[in-house]
């Protein structure tokens, strides 16, 4: 028996066992009681998953993948699904952390990182595999095509390390661009408590017209008079650093 991948859930099954293995390594399986892998699709990152001492939980919506997990593996039992990784609220591991692991389906790989963000008070780690562009885009630094919105909510809460990057062979069926694997170390930056939504709101009026000034960028947004000649008006947003529109946030604040 076989998993047939389904297009309209992005799968693509890993093939390569070493590559597998690389993936579940990547955590550092320390401090926490808990794993969670997204889409496990046949078990490549499962068998290896299940051979460590954490609790082991699989967040699947295809029900001839569960059907194949259970058949196949027998430390996997109803407790260890735990249905569609977007719906997480994770009251299931009452307030502990819990590590995020998985072969990610690309159709929703964005949401999957924001939902990571939303709940990194329990999420310390993630190692994850994405398409190559949206690995290098959450991992991009200042001044680069590929930093943008999705770089810096990332940073804010967390390191960025690429692993390395995963050729379209090793699929099954192979996807028509390169993967990229990525580790999320949490660390949230100082000075963001409590200023989450107008961080996202400054972040995204930057980026929005990312060819111009600051000072036109953040016209969209009720820019304190104070704050009107400051330095970074006369930058881009890709000019700032993660530190930087994090103090910015905060003088934003502080002169409302």
């Given at each position: 028996?076989?998993?047939?991948?389904?297009?309209?859930?992005?799968?693509h099954?890993l093939?390569?066992?070493?590559?597998?293995?690389?993936?579940?390594?990547?955590?550092?399986?320390?401090?926490?009681?808990?794993?969670?892998?997204?889409?496990?699709?046949?078990?490549?990152?499962?068998?290896?998953?299940?051979?460590?001492?954490?609790?082991?939980?699989?967040?699947?919506?295809?029900?001839?993948?569960?059907?194949?997990?259970?058949?196949?593996?027998?430390?996997t039992?109803?407790?260890?699904?735990?249905?569609?990784?977007?719906?997480?609220?994770?009251?299931?591991?009452?307030?502990?952390?819990?590590?995020?692991?998985?072969?990610?389906?690309?159709?929703i790989?964005?949401?999957?990182?924001?939902?990571?963000?939303?709940?990194?008070?329990?999420?310390?780690?993630?190692v994850?595999?994405?398409?190559?562009?949206?690995?290098?885009?959450?991992?991009?630094?200042?001044?680069?095509?590929?930093?943008?919105?999705?770089?810096?909510?990332?940073?804010?809460?967390?390191?960025?390390?690429?692993?390395?990057?995963?050729?379209?062979?090793?699929?099954?069926?192979?996807?028509?661009v390169?993967?990229?694997?990525?580790?999320?170390?949490?660390?949230?930056?100082?000075g963001?408590?409590?200023?989450?939504?107008?961080?996202?709101?400054?972040?995204?009026?930057?980026?929005?017209?990312?060819?111009?000034?600051?000072?036109?960028?953040?016209?969209?947004?009720?820019?304190?008079?104070a704050?009107k000649?400051?330095?970074?008006?006369?930058?881009?947003?890709?000019?700032?650093?993660?530190?930087?529109?994090?103090?910015?946030?905060?003088?934003?604040?502080?002169?409302?």
């Amino acid at each position: 028996m076989s998993v047939r991948a389904k297009k309209h859930l992005g799968q693509h099954f890993l093939t390569d066992e070493n590559i597998a293995k690389n993936i579940v390594e990547g955590l550092s399986y320390e401090n926490y009681n808990n794993v969670m892998e997204v889409g496990p699709g046949m078990g490549v990152l499962t068998k290896y998953l299940l051979e460590k001492d954490q609790n082991i939980y699989l967040a699947e919506i295809d029900t001839e993948s569960i059907d194949y997990l259970k058949k196949n593996y027998a430390k996997t039992n109803e407790e260890t699904f735990v249905g569609d990784f977007l719906k997480q609220d994770f009251s299931f591991i009452d307030g502990e952390e819990i590590a995020i692991i998985g072969n990610f389906p690309y159709n929703i790989s964005s949401q999957i990182l924001f939902k990571i963000i939303d709940h990194y008070e329990i999420i310390p780690e993630m190692v994850g595999m994405f398409q190559k562009e949206v690995a290098e885009r959450t991992a991009a630094v200042p001044r680069t095509k590929d930093y943008g919105i999705l770089s810096v909510l990332v940073q804010a809460y967390y390191d960025v390390k690429y692993l390395f990057t995963v050729h379209e062979n090793v699929f099954n069926p192979p996807p028509k661009v390169k993967s990229g694997v990525i580790k999320l170390t949490r660390n949230p930056k100082e000075g963001l408590a409590g200023n989450e939504v107008l961080f996202k709101q400054i972040i995204k009026a930057g980026f929005g017209q990312r060819r111009k000034k600051l000072s036109n960028s953040w016209k969209v947004l009720n820019i304190p008079e104070a704050l009107k000649t400051h330095e970074f008006m006369d930058k881009r947003a890709e000019e700032l650093s993660v530190e930087d529109f994090i103090h910015f946030t905060q003088l934003w604040k502080e002169n409302q």
